[in-house]
């Protein structure tokens, strides 16, 4: 075959490609997000049946493919090792038996940063005072969490355990940089009322009762 028809076979097979790729771009809700940094690509077939492989490529910078991606024989084809919140620019090629067409139109993708995982604390307070806030607390990785501690009247802070460890007898706690689930927990018992003395005394020839 003459290389003019090899030339159109091949400007034929981008020309589908810059079709399939537009269907790709349809597509890319269908991101595969059990990873954040592996991304799956499907696409139609090209109506030629002499294609038998599709390559991917994509880089960093528009028109600039330096890597490529994979090589399928299917209709889908996953690319992985990724970088959180870049930016990539993928085209495609196919392959037929003279030979593998030019790029196809581009699209670009950016990979979702993926949120940090959280933890959660537990507070509880005994009767007789309270402690805030309370129930299950959701801490984002890293940060910090106060908690405090109050008693009802008449009462006083018996002892606050954190992970069930005593921390005393504290009015307030604060957990940093979260890296674990925690718990938190406050006792209170009945304030004691305090005594005083009076000493009381009479001079001579008289008393004082």
């Known amino acids: 075959m003459d290389k003019s028809k090899i030339a159109?076979?091949?400007?034929?097979?981008?020309?589908?490609?810059?079709?399939?790729?537009?269907?790709?771009?349809?597509?890319?809700?269908?991101?595969n997000q059990s990873h954040a940094a592996d991304?799956?690509?499907?696409?139609?077939?090209?109506?030629?049946?002499?294609?038998?492989i599709y390559r991917v490529y994509y880089g960093t910078q528009s028109h600039s493919y330096t890597t490529q991606g994979c090589e399928v024989s299917n209709l889908s084809g996953t690319i992985t090792g990724l970088t959180e919140g870049q930016t990539y620019y993928y085209a495609a090629t196919a392959i037929n038996s003279h030979g593998e067409g030019n790029h196809s139109g581009e699209i670009s993708y950016t990979v979702p940063v993926a949120p940090p995982p959280t933890y959660t604390i537990t507070a509880s307070a005994g009767s007789n005072g309270r402690i805030s806030p309370?129930?299950?607390?959701?801490?984002?990785a890293g940060a910090s969490q106060a908690f405090n501690?109050?008693?009802?009247?008449?009462?006083?802070?018996?002892?606050?355990?954190?992970?069930?460890?005593?921390?005393?007898?504290?009015?307030?706690?604060?957990?940093?940089?979260?890296?674990?689930n925690q718990t938190i927990s406050a006792t209170f018992i009945a304030q004691t009322p305090t005594t005083y003395t009076i000493t009381a005394s009479a001079g001579s020839n008289g008393r004082i009762s």
């Open 8 to 31: 159109n076979i091949l400007t034929f097979l981008t020309t589908r490609l810059s079709f399939l790729f537009f269907l790709i771009t349809l597509l890319m809700l269908l991101v």
């Open 39 to 52: 991304l799956t690509l499907a696409w139609d077939p090209s109506p030629d049946s002499d294609v038998s």
């Open 134 to 140: 309370s129930g299950t607390v959701s801490v984002t």
């Open 149 to 180: 501690i109050t008693p009802n009247n008449g009462y006083v802070i018996a002892d606050v355990r954190v992970n069930n460890n005593s921390v005393g007898a504290v009015s307030s706690y604060t957990f940093s940089n979260v890296r674990a």
